[in-house]
């Protein structure tokens, strides 16, 4: 950032211990462009070097460095009522000079990060390393470091399927059965759909996944659902009897888990909404939520 | 836009148009998927092929414009296989391809590209072949469109043709063995079926052809998937009895399809080996009567009847095996089955069935006839013919008996539908060109099944049969034998409906050349077959014995003949009574057939029979039956011939009288001369070895003549009877000549001049008769009937003259009354010999022939 052509007095860059090894995820950013960010998760430690550089042949006088973990859930509605669940501080270098490269190591042991990241359309969670060299007369330089959390979530000991019969009296009946209610995000949904009475015509069926956003609470509630996946699953019509299998890989899609009343902010949950298609295009569906998890990193 | 503007397109240039656009863009799709194969771009490449595969998802398309189309984008997914079978290119395993392609959100692109990936999966070796294959063919379930379906397995189908992990393929192990490829071609299969099926339903009713048109377009497709497991290194006959055939007819009989049962039922029967059929033959005709009634089970029946036909006679060292499978018992008990199931079937179809059971009978079963009977039975029983009145000489009788009920029969089906008849005649054929004439014979269901056609297509089939037995190389030489023929020419032998008159003489005249096939070496034997063919012929009446009589009259005198020969050649006296009681038979034979030409006005017929008769006679020494034969062929000459219509005929009659009488001298003289002519010599001219011969013989003869031979003609008899005790052997049949002599030159129609007759001179008969002749035309009076006279002046002694003038007196009906009248009052005026003179027989004989012989001349 340069102002009135002055530049900026000092570039802060930042490095991960972990190095080459740190794990990292490409995620959207605010711009929609894809940018990959370090990953880390709860109870880990987040430590590196923050790297000083001044514009050369300039002296920087300071008043001190430090770097923030910070956590915050936004609601957009609400853009000042940003939410730091997480802010820790570690002061880097006392106030003083330096006048080249400098680089100061950083940790923060065991990191409680309790929620995962996660970019909605009415909220969103987000974590960033801040590290602030404060000077006098404005000249204050903070810089942000996003980083991702992900947390691995305990695989559910009771995965039951699902199936379920319905159907609309003397015009359809189908029964649908899923393999599981709790999927991993890179899993497979395998289902089979049965038809047990067919007297419309069916053009064709697809299976939706849907993600539900309720974010606020009480009359600021916002709810929002957008279609995250929509997957044909059956061409034509099928007669009595028929079955037709199911096999939707999730991992195409850009899923998270599930997430429950984040930080008391919000919601996150996860529908597939099978939807057969008439050929006046009328849409017949049933929703049957699922559970989405995290099994790994 | 424009598109408002332009009229309305036929259905026909909208299919094109149709077409046309979506081959545009799977060219265009194409091209940039290429484009990204060259640049190894998989993602890339994967997405403009889904858009290429998208194009396949129209529904706007027939099937067969939509062929043309999945043809196009079949060999544009070429490229796309070889670029997934190069991991050097994409970089990625198999499974990871197989799992990427899935993430294609519309199924009908997804699928074809996971086939794609699927079949190079497999074929790296990567993937167990009969896993794949089964989560192909299970995935390919989502399709359920029809088209979209059929072509999506078709494709399937043929991706995983060279993959199937059968017998002695590289995927067999691992990759599963012959039954897991069994089972998923058999998967495919149902599914296609089931989509081909559902093309029927749905849409508009007025659509129903087309869409049935364009089901039989794509009928090849499912059919595809018999062929490929017919072609199976390891499908043997116990997987093809308990798995294949059983999901497959189970298949085609739940599917409830006008146009796949018959299909498949015939794909089925092609494109498996003869022995599986065989060995499984229960199984697949168990499924023929549950198919649909409108299905033609008997258009099914018979291709695989066809199929085996062929087979047997392919490879005749199968009969055995023919026989243990039972097969023609188990198709029999089908087609009864069938006829049971389907009470409206119609009768084509129950002669199909029938006449592909006959054909396989005969290829399979040459040799068992009483099988062939059986099918003619029970056609006779499904189509309704009555049964034959109990007949205990049928052999077969039994079989036939089997099929008839305690409830009465269904009125018969007369055949007249062109096909069923084409079918029926066919069928009735096959045994006919088979078997030789004798075992035809033998059918005795055979006439009940004609009894089925139109009486102008039974007369056909009895032509057939005539003409087969005339080709035929043996003889029918057994009265029972010849009985049955006739039933079987039944048709010919009565009238029926309007014949052409032109093919009732065609089918005469081979019922008369019939009469010479049927012929026995045993000379009993032969005058009984002579005896029934003669009975037979007399039930069709006058106009069909007179084309039979001539053959039945020369066979009669061969064996006449040949009697006499035997007779000649063997002394001993047992045999010799038994052969003059034969020839008796024959005699009497022959006499009846002479009635019998007379009760049918076949005068001219009758004459000469009776003059060869009088021949044969004469030649054997049966004296009185010869002089009687003479006697009655003047009486027929002078009452009929003369007076006959037929006046050129009567000519020829004529001549033949005087060749015959000139013969009969000829052969007196012969005996006179040669060694043994002698034999038959009088005993009171001749001594030596004809006395002896004629001292046994002659009181058999004379039996001959004198009592059994004469039929109706009692008048005969008692003259004969008053002379027989007065003259000797010899005499008496001098005598008859005499006596044929006489009547000849009696007028029988005044008794004046039968005074006069009797006085004249032998000498002057032919003067006697000129001068009949002239009287009786100077008795036609009138105008007309002068002027002709005049003119026929020349020719006045001319048979023909008189016996038209004849007519035309008779017509007046002045002149005299009718011959038939006076019969009565004439007789005890005939005039014979003078009592007491013995005659020289051939005296008497000679001045008859030269009677005979100067007016034949005259005449000419």
């Known amino acids: 950032m340069s102002f009135f052509g002055l530049g900026r007095a000092v570039t802060v860059d930042l490095t991960h211990a972990a190095g080459e090894a740190q794990r990292v995820a490409s995620v959207k950013s605010d711009r929609g462009n894809l940018e990959t960010l370090p990953v880390f998760t709860d109870k880990e430690t987040i430590a590196g070097h923050v790297h000083l550089s001044p514009a050369p042949g300039k002296q920087i006088d300071h008043l001190g460095v430090k770097i923030e973990v910070l956590g915050q859930t ?63 007369y404005g000249g204050t330089v903070v810089s942000d470091f996003p980083f991702l959390v992900r947390l691995v979530d305990e695989p559910p000991s009771v995965n039951t399927g699902i199936k379920m019969e319905v159907g609309i009296e003397d015009c359809l009946h189908i029964e649908f059965e ?47 659902s957008e279609t995250i996946a929509k997957y044909e699953v059956m061409d034509g019509a099928p007669v009595r009897g028929e079955s037709v299998p199911v096999r939707l890989f999730l991992a195409p899609y850009d ?43 | ?158 991706a995983s043709k060279t ?108 494109v498996f080996p003869d022995d599986f059929h065989l060995k499984t033959l229960e199984t697949l005709l168990g499924a023929v009567p549950q198919l649909k009634p409108s299905v033609r089970a008997g258009d099914v029946l018979a291709s695989l009847m066809e199929r085996l036909t062929q087979a047997a006679i392919d490879a005749p060292e199968l009969a055995d095996a023919f026989a243990d499978a039972d097969a023609l018992l188990k198709f029999r008990e089908c087609v009864a089955a069938v006829v049971e199931a389907q009470p409206q079937l119609e009768a084509r179809e129950r002669l199909l069935m029938h006449a592909s059971l006959m054909s396989f009978a005969v290829a399979a079963h040459k040799d068992r006839l009483e099988l062939v009977d059986g099918i003619l039975a029970s056609c006779a029983s499904a189509l309704g013919a009555p049964l034959p009145p109990a007949s205990p000489r049928d052999g077969a009788a039994g079989e036939a008996g089997t099929s008839a009920s305690s409830e009465p029969p269904p009125p018969a089906m007369i055949v007249a539908d062109p096909k069923a008849v084409k079918q029926l005649v066919a069928l009735l054929t096959v045994p006919l060109e088979t078997y030789d004439t004798d075992d035809v014979l033998r059918l005795s269901s055979y006439p009940r099944c004609m009894s089925l056609l139109q009486p102008a297509d039974a007369r056909d089939m009895a032509v057939a049969v005539v003409k087969s037995v005339l080709k035929g190389s043996t003889a029918v030489g057994d009265p029972r034998r010849v009985e049955t023929l006739f039933k079987f020419v039944a048709s010919l032998m009565r009238d029926a409906g309007e014949e052409d008159e032109e093919d009732f003489e065609e089918a005469q005249l081979l019922m008369s050349r019939l009469v010479h096939r049927l012929r026995s070496d045993d000379t009993k034997t032969q005058l009984a077959i002579l005896t029934t063919a003669k009975a037979q012929f007399a039930t069709g009446g006058a106009k069909r014995l007179r084309h039979a009589a001539p053959p039945l009259a020369f066979e009669a005198l061969r064996l006449g003949r040949a009697v006499v020969a035997e007779q000649s050649l ?17 005699l009497q034979f022959l006499y009846q057939l002479v009635s019998n030409l007379e009760q049918a006005t076949c005068h001219d017929l009758a004459l000469r029979l009776c003059l060869e008769s009088a021949r044969l006679a004469d030649s054997a020494g049966a004296e009185h039956a010869a002089g009687d034969l003479f006697e009655r062929a003047m009486t027929s000459y002078e009452e009929e011939i003369v007076d006959s219509k037929k006046t050129a005929n009567g000519v020829v009659a004529d001549r033949r009288v005087a060749a015959h009488v000139r013969e009969l001298l000829r052969g007196d003289a012969c005996r006179a001369r040669g060694p043994r002519g002698g ?131 008779r017509r007046d009906g002045a002149a005299h009354p009718a011959p038939a009248g006076e019969a009565g009052g004439r007789r005890g005026e005939v005039p014979g010999p003078p009592r007491g003179v ?23």
């Open chain 2, 570 to 586: 063997d002394e001993s006296s047992s045999t010799k009574t038994h052969e003059s009681e034969l020839l008796k038979q024959v």
């Open chain 2, 1 to 158: 836009m424009s598109a408002a503007r332009m009229a309305p397109l036929s259905a026909q240039e909208e299919q094109d148009k149709w077409l046309a656009d979506a081959q545009n863009l799977v060219k265009q799709y194409a091209f940039y998927m290429k484009r990204a194969l060259d640049d190894n771009n998989l993602r890339e490449a994967l997405k403009q092929g889904s858009l290429m595969l998208g194009e396949l998802r129209t529904t706007a398309l027939s099937p067969q414009k939509y062929y043309e189309l999945y043809m196009q984008v079949w060999s544009e997914l070429h490229h796309l296989e070889s670029f997934f079978a190069d991991p050097a290119r994409h970089g990625r395993t198999n499974l990871e391809l197989y799992e990427l392609v899935q993430h294609a959100g519309n199924i009908l692109p997804r699928l074809y590209l996971l086939v794609t990936v699927g079949s190079v999966y497999v074929k790296s070796g990567e993937g167990a072949a009969k896993d794949v294959l089964k989560d192909l063919v299970e995935m390919a379930k989502g399709v359920q469109h029809p088209i979209h379906g059929l072509f999506l397995r078709a494709y399937l189908g043929q």
């Open chain 1, 178 to 224: 899923y393999a599981k209610a709790k999927y991993h995000l890179k899993d497979v949904v395998v289902g089979k759909i049965f038809f047990l009475l067919v007297r419309i015509k069916i053009k064709h069926m697809e299976l939706e996944i849907r993600r539900r956003e309720s974010a606020g609470g009480g009359v600021n509630t916002y709810n929002e």
């Open chain 2, 679 to 809: 034999l038959r010599r009088a005993p009171a001219e001749e001594d030596g070895p004809g006395r002896r011969a004629r001292g046994v013989r002659a009181p058999a003869l004379a039996k001959v003549s004198g009592e059994d031979l004469r039929g109706g003609r009692r008048r005969q008899c008692r003259r004969l009877r008053g002379r027989r005790g007065r003259v000797g052997v010899s005499a008496e049949s001098s005598e008859n000549r005499e006596r044929v002599l006489a009547s000849l030159c009696d007028d029988r129609r005044g008794g004046g001049r039968g005074d006069r007759a009797a006085g004249v001179g032998a000498q002057q008969l032919p003067v006697v008769l000129r001068e009949r002749m002239r009287g009786r035309a100077g008795v036609g009076g009138g105008g007309v009937a002068r002027a002709r006279r005049r003119r026929a002046e020349p020719a006045r002694i001319a048979g023909c003259v008189p016996s038209r003038r004849a007519r035309a007196l």
């Open chain 2, 163 to 270: 993959l199937l992990p059968d017998a002695g393929s590289p995927f067999e192990g691992e990759g599963g063995d012959t039954r897991d490829a069994v089972d998923f071609v058999l998967q495919n299969f149902t599914e296609m079926n089931k989509l081909w099926v559902r093309m029927a339903h749905g849409g508009p009713a007025r659509d129903v052809d087309r869409r049935e048109k364009e089901r039989r377009e794509l009928r090849d497709l499912v059919g595809k998937n018999l062929h490929v497991l017919s072609s199976l290194e390891g499908l043997d006959l116990s997987l093809y009895r308990d798995v294949v055939l059983p999901r497959v007819l189970e298949q085609v009989v739940q599917c409830k399809d006008d146009i796949a049962q018959p299909y498949l039922m015939d794909a089925v029967t092609q």
């Open chain 1, 74 to 136: 936004e609601l957009y509605f609400d853009r000042g009522d940003a939410h730091d669940f997480v802010s820790l501080v570690r002061e880097l270098v006392n106030p003083g000079e330096f006048n080249g490269p400098l680089s100061v190591p950083f940790e923060f042991k065991s990191v409680s990060l309790p929620h995962e990241s996660y970019r909605g359309i009415n909220v969103r969670v987000r974590y960033v390393l801040r590290v602030t060299v404060s000077r006098g």
């Open chain 1, 255 to 297: 899923l998270t888990p599930t997430y429950k009343n984040v930080a008391n902010r919000f919601s996150v949950k996860y529908y597939l909404n099978l939807v057969l298609v008439d050929e006046e295009d009328r849409r017949y569906f049933k929703q049957q939520e699922i559970t989405v998890f995290r099994e790994t990193l």
């Open chain 2, 838 to 860: 013995r005659r020289d027989s051939y005296k008497k004989k000679t001045r008859f022939a030269s009677k005979i012989v100067l007016r034949v001349t005259k005449t000419i």
